[in-house]
């Protein structure tokens, strides 16, 4: 989000917020272009602003079917490319295998007797099996999140229902087969390393997944101006809107 | 039962909205003033904003974002050569619609 789009948020009313605060959470979780879903979302948000100061209603501007209104906004609006999309997998598979180790480390410091982990100074000892399991826990608790943020317009409780049935579900099976395959096989980490290492791919991976949602924003952006410099051109017509613009 | 208006004009906005951008660059909430001043009374910038991006997508228009005087930078919509092409084809083939609709409506006047 840009700090120009931050700061007109500020200037929203409360109702508006929470209007584009559902639209934000539903259009965030469909996959599209980092950089055109920030400049839609800086038009909704201008739309807003100009309609509280024209003493309009936002809903009224909206129309009654914020879902469609949303899912019309989605289906017209470049989604991610498949490297954006395999960097943002990529990305949450590191949160969750990153963040969930140091999590561990501490539970297993703090609750000696309850948990088959160790640990020796900054070395980490823990049964293979246990380290998937909680990864594949916390993959489906950030899955949930983003399922959930998907049906913003659906009945929340319903939603919540399904998910934790889901949720309940993946852990007995993930609990289960985690043990059958991995035994008692124990893996050592050095936290400190892990630390890094997790921080250096997280970081890597969050460039690489800007500069290639710019670059093909950039491409698009560049194909825009050519065809308006190419209709300026042969219609000879002055393009500054700056001279009517209200 | 009444007839459903919506259906009707969601093909035909998207060639208004090109005419209006064809004659002058323009931006949501002007476009959206000049289609009320013709009699599109029922409409909203939700109406208008997606059909918009649609037409971008296509590429018939461009837009250019610019400083607005409200919030963030607002957008500027300017017709392309391949929407210009778009618009001559809709104008033709809305004048042969409308000209056999109305053919159609008047048998029961003969």
Redesign the interface.
Known sequence: MTKDLKASLKLLTKENKKIISHMERYMGARHLNEVCYDELLSDIVGMALECQERGEKFFDAVGMDYELFCHELVINTPKQSMPEQILSGVIWVLYCTGLVVPLLYVYSILFVNFTPATCNGFLFIAPIAYLIKYSVVALILVMGRYFIKRSTYKAQSVVLAVYLFIFMISIIVVDNLAYTWFGKNTFEIHIVVWMLIFLVLSVFSQVAKRLTALGIAYTKRKKESKAANMYTQMSGKNEDPHNDAS | MNFDLSQLMRGTLEGCILKIISC???????ILKSLKLFGFQDI????I??LL??L??Q?NI?????P?P???????Y?????G?EYLHSFEVSWVNLSRAVADVLGLAGE
Do not use: F, H, M
């Open positions: 002058q660059t323009t931006y949501g909430y002007e909203s910038e939700g109406t904003y997606p991006l649609r971008e997508k590429d461009v837009a250019k974002l610019l607005s409200l919030g963030p930078k607002r957008k500027y300017s017709i392309t050569n391949q210009l």
